[in-house]
């Protein structure tokens, strides 16, 4: 996770491949039925929202600073329509989230970056062209990560029945962070988001 200036996938069904669209591109279903799963989804990411640390961080700058906005990395790849997965597609999608930041980093909005961009070309990116660059990596063991599995990507990926995850068939950067959170286990979330708040620069405060 990285916060720019001062960034783990959200839910795909388990049936379908993590490289491809998702199930309800694929489905025939009346309009009535699209929009109630178009309003299903955006429940369902709004929950998955409010049990992540970075989301909780967050909404305290934002009652604190009003020129603060949230960047999903899920959200964009909708937007961007991008449906690569691979090595070369999540680089392609991170550096245009990072330009992204960076485009309103430069006019003076704080931007808190939701990604799992662990590559080493975007850390570059981000350190040279995000002004007060502050870094979180946000820490789970593997193990740990396949129990959680809400998704059904890791089980998939190790069945062989989905293809391009991170940590499994694609390699991955180590990150050098500003600051490094244990996540190996799940509560305490509020405690989490207080020690990345405690950490930021002193411009935040």
Do not use: W
Not at 33 to 50: A, D
Not at 135 to 162: A, H, M, T, W
Not at 181 to 186: F, L, P, V, W
């Amino acid at each position: 996770m990285v916060y720019a200036p001062f960034q783990s996938p959200s839910p795909k069904s388990p049936k379908t491949p993590y490289n491809t669209q998702s199930s309800r591109d694929d489905c025939s279903h009346s309009p009535s039925q699209k929009i109630s799963v178009s309003i299903h989804q955006k429940l369902r990411m709004k929950y998955y929202r409010q049990k992540k640390v970075h989301y909780i961080v967050y909404q305290y700058l934002k009652a604190k600073i009003p020129n603060v906005v949230y960047i999903d990395g899920d959200e964009l790849r909708e937007l961007f329509g991008a449906t690569s997965y691979d090595k070369n597609g999540r680089i392609d999608m991170a550096l245009k989230r990072a330009k992204l930041a960076h485009i309103l980093s430069s006019q003076g909005i704080v931007c808190v970056v939701s990604t799992i961009s662990m590559f080493e070309p975007i850390y570059a990116y981000n350190r040279t062209h995000l002004p007060h660059y502050f870094e979180v990596y946000i820490q789970c063991p593997f193990d740990e990560l396949i129990k959680r599995d809400q998704k059904g990507l890791y089980s998939g990926g190790l069945n062989g029945e989905i293809r391009d995850i991170v940590g499994i068939d694609i390699a991955f950067d180590e990150p050098k962070p500003h600051l490094c959170i244990d996540n190996s286990k799940t509560e305490n979330l509020q405690a989490k988001a207080k020690q990345i708040l405690d950490s930021l620069p002193s411009l935040l405060k």
